[in-house]
């Protein structure tokens, strides 16, 4: 990416870490070099006319790319094409860090998800290595430990250099996110178009294998991650037992815990909990979860993430701010997306306007209460 050299941005509201003022921005090298209140002075200043500037989100776990690479059934895209439609997408949507989630190990044999793993993975490399994304991509392994051959396909993927983040997972039916079978028969029969026999043969067939791998494969993988310095998060914990077992594996994320005594005993424990922008959008969990609203009116909600629509993650940050049953600030809510999952992941030089911080940025005007981007700068230069 080529940076900007100079840039001084005037005439706006800056969400900074507990509050919000108005200020101005110089940008040098692409970092913040100074933070100013009031307008600067300089001709050349960009006059941003009151709108508010945020940090550039960070999203941990998109599955937003896997999308444009089978954007229909039995189509395959080219996979510079697809990552740079996704890349595209994902600064339009105001997210300067991706986590990119790719799925290791599937309940569905066929998955177009299995058969696409390696070519998403190469495809990306390639095109972040020619500079052609706009955003910062890194990978998110998410390990469905009851897939039989999930440990034997993690190990050679964990050598990517592209690898901060892991995650372990078990969607078999009856525990964690469908712990109520009526919804996993409802999502994965919709999904699959299965017969009800099909469907009984299918869940046989899924606890069976969790029974089988997903106990022994979660303490390597996640042993491998602490060898190797990589951050870990659960998934859909659900019991303070669940809880327990990422506590002990010193996991830094809970994603999606589904029950509130979950989410707390994260918190408590001092995992960052992350719950989907959309459930802030939609009022709640479309597997008939805990609602993230709850999570944040306890608070005891940290980050929020996309999950399957990039375009929530702000609009979730600024709906969270306005929800009346919680104590949120803008600044608060802002963090959920900036950040609170910048520092969950490790990255360090990002999520929050300061000096010596990336210039990562986000221009947002209101309107009719929407938060509508108007400018996107990436160290410090524009990519929308």
């Known amino acids: 990416m080529n940076i900007q050299n100079e840039l001084v941005i005037s005439n706006c509201q800056l969400v900074l870490e507990?509050?919000?003022?108005?200020?101005?921005?110089?940008?040098?090298?692409?970092?913040?070099?100074?933070?100013?209140?009031?307008?600067?002075?300089?001709?050349?200043?960009?006059?941003?006319?009151?709108?508010?500037?945020?940090?550039?989100?960070?999203?941990?776990?998109?599955?937003?790319?896997?999308?444009?690479?089978?954007?229909?059934?039995g189509v395959k895209w080219p996979g510079q094409s697809a990552v740079l439609a996704h890349d595209a997408q994902i600064v339009g949507a105001g997210i300067t860090t991706v986590f990119d989630a790719i799925a290791v190990g599937d309940v569905n044999e066929s998955s177009y998800r299995m058969e696409n793993l390696q070519r998403m993975i190469d495809s990306l490399k390639e095109s972040t290595e020619k500079n052609l994304t706009r955003a910062d991509h890194f990978l998110h392994l998410?390990?469905?430990?009851?897939?039989?051959?999930?440990?034997?396909?993690?190990?050679?993927?964990?050598?990517?250099?592209?690898?901060?983040?892991?995650?372990?997972?078990?969607?078999?039916?009856?525990?964690?996110?469908?712990?109520?079978?009526?919804?996993?028969?409802?999502?994965?029969?919709?999904?699959?178009?299965?017969?009800?026999?099909?469907?009984?043969?299918?869940?046989?067939?899924?606890?069976?294998?969790?029974?089988?791998?997903?106990?022994?494969?979660?303490?390597?993988?996640?042993?491998?991650?602490?060898?190797?310095?990589?951050?870990?998060?659960?998934?859909?914990?659900?019991?303070?037992?669940?809880?327990?077992?990422?506590?002990?594996?010193?996991?830094?994320?809970?994603?999606?815990?589904?029950?509130?005594?979950?989410a707390q005993s994260s918190h408590d424990h001092g995992l960052k909990v992350l719950m989907g922008a959309p459930n802030i959008i939609r009022g709640g969990?479309?597997?008939?979860?805990?609602?993230?609203?709850?999570?944040?009116?306890?608070?005891?909600?940290?980050?929020?993430?996309?999950?399957?629509?990039?375009?929530?993650?702000?609009d979730g940050a600024f709906k969270l701010a306005d929800l009346p049953e919680n104590n949120f600030s803008l600044p608060q809510a802002v963090k959920t997306v900036t950040l609170n999952p910048a520092q969950a992941s490790g990255l360090h030089d990002r999520g929050l306007i300061a000096q010596g911080l990336r210039a990562d940025l986000i221009h947002v005007r209101m309107n009719h209460g929407f938060p509508l981007i108007r400018q996107v700068w990436n160290q410090g230069e524009r990519v929308f």
């Open 142 to 262: 998410r390990c469905e430990v009851s897939h039989e051959n999930c440990l034997e396909l993690f190990k050679p993927l964990s050598e990517n250099a592209m690898v901060h983040l892991v995650s372990v997972m078990d969607h078999s039916p009856g525990q964690r996110q469908f712990a109520k079978m009526e919804k996993y028969i409802e999502y994965y029969q919709g999904k699959f178009k299965l017969t009800d026999q099909e469907m009984n043969e299918f869940i046989e067939k899924q606890v069976e294998n969790s029974k089988k791998h997903s106990s022994s494969f979660r303490k390597q993988i996640v042993e491998y991650c602490q060898e190797h310095n990589i951050p870990v998060a659960s998934h859909d914990d659900a019991t303070l037992e669940h809880v327990a077992e990422a506590v002990e594996y010193k996991m830094k994320i809970a994603e999606f815990p589904t029950t509130v005594e979950a």
């Open 18 to 73: 507990d509050e919000v003022v108005s200020g101005s921005l110089h940008i040098k090298d692409g970092m913040i070099a100074d933070v100013h209140q009031g307008k600067s002075q300089l001709s050349s200043a960009v006059d941003l006319n009151g709108d508010y500037v945020i940090p550039g989100l960070v999203e941990l776990h998109t599955d937003n790319m896997e999308k444009h690479f089978v954007p229909r059934p």
């Open 285 to 314: 969990s479309h597997s008939g979860n805990v609602a993230a609203a709850e999570l944040a009116e306890l608070n005891v909600l940290d980050i929020l993430s996309s999950d399957y629509y990039p375009a929530s993650l702000l």
